[in-house]
């Protein structure tokens, strides 16, 4: 991925180094998420889902949260650069998208943090992997998550990590677009089985954006070399519920599913790849996924 040169976005906030905790409860809730490897392999992978399988992403006006004066990453930090980069690939992609249909791109920020970190949502934890917030808007990463795809999911490459990125500005865009408050809204009004089958659609059509921004950034760049969109269909099958189940108990259980199977991820990335339209990333309307 030829991504070195380009412009580096703006609103990326460096958190690392800096304590955190101090979670803020949503709606007479706060986040509580299990041991490390548990939430990060079975349900914390390329999703806002450690947030809406309990239930805590804002519905309302967000928190206050009190946090020391952002700061920029520094100009030698290659992998802060790599972050910069991709953010603002994706902020040229949905501006113009969202000018094509009259409306005005509000771009998100990204945090990158270490650790834990306060949140509109309640404590962000690395354990979560990389999750968007609608409360406050902003992407949250720890970078170490890169480390873990290569490692322990079996998901390495440039491209599989700007995947990561585009998927949770995705569901930014569903943000924007009042998607995610819709599915938010059903919450206790539907079964746990009803709630986990719209998320797995909230997730796919996550991965169908992220397939668009490959689409629009390669036509806008053409930084992709060979085998980089392999690696990003690499990456949705390494972490499909399917995948992740089978190898965390040996079982699968399809009604459990949050973000879909390893063949629904790869599917719907790749049906925004190809078509670059965001009209075709309709998952709640979609017969099968």
Request: a neutral charge; aromatic letters at 8%; glycine letters at 12%.
């Amino acid at each position: 991925m030829r991504w070195e040169g380009n412009r580096e976005s703006d609103n990326v906030e460096d958190r690392r180094g800096e304590s955190g905790g101090g979670g803020f409860p949503i709606g007479g809730r706060s986040i509580g998420i299990g041991t490390v490897v548990l939430a990060l392999i079975g349900w914390g992978v390329f999703g806002i889902n450690p947030l809406t399988t309990i239930g805590v992403l804002s519905g309302g006006g967000s928190p206050q949260v009190q946090q020391a004066p952002a700061h920029r990453p520094t100009a030698d930090d290659q992998g802060a650069k790599f972050v910069s980069t991709v953010l603002a690939s994706t902020e040229d992609v949905w501006t113009q998208i969202f000018r094509e249909e009259n409306g005005q791109y509000q771009k998100p920020k990204l945090v990158l943090f270490t650790g834990v970190t306060p949140t509109a949502c309640g404590t962000g934890q690395s354990a979560m992997g990389p999750f968007y917030c609608p409360g406050d808007r902003k992407v949250y990463l720890d970078m170490d998550f890169f480390n873990t795809m290569s490692r322990q999911l079996g998901a390495p490459g440039e491209f599989a990590r700007a995947y990561v990125i585009a998927h949770e500005v995705g569901h930014h865009v569903q943000n924007l677009l009042g998607i995610s408050g819709k599915v938010d809204a059903m919450r206790g009004r539907v079964s746990e089985t009803r709630q986990n089958a719209m998320s797995v659609r909230l997730e796919l059509q996550a991965d169908c954006l992220a397939g668009i921004w490959a689409n629009k950034s390669q036509q806008a760049k053409s930084w992709l070399e060979q085998g980089d969109i392999e690696s990003a269909v690499n990456a949705a099958q390494q972490i499909g519920d399917d995948k992740l189940q089978r190898e965390a108990t040996g079982t699968v259980r399809p009604d459990s599913f949050t973000h879909g199977s390893s063949a629904q991820r790869v599917r719907w990335f790749t049906q925004g790849y190809k078509t670059g339209s965001v009209r075709a990333c309709d998952t709640f309307s979609a017969q099968s996924l």
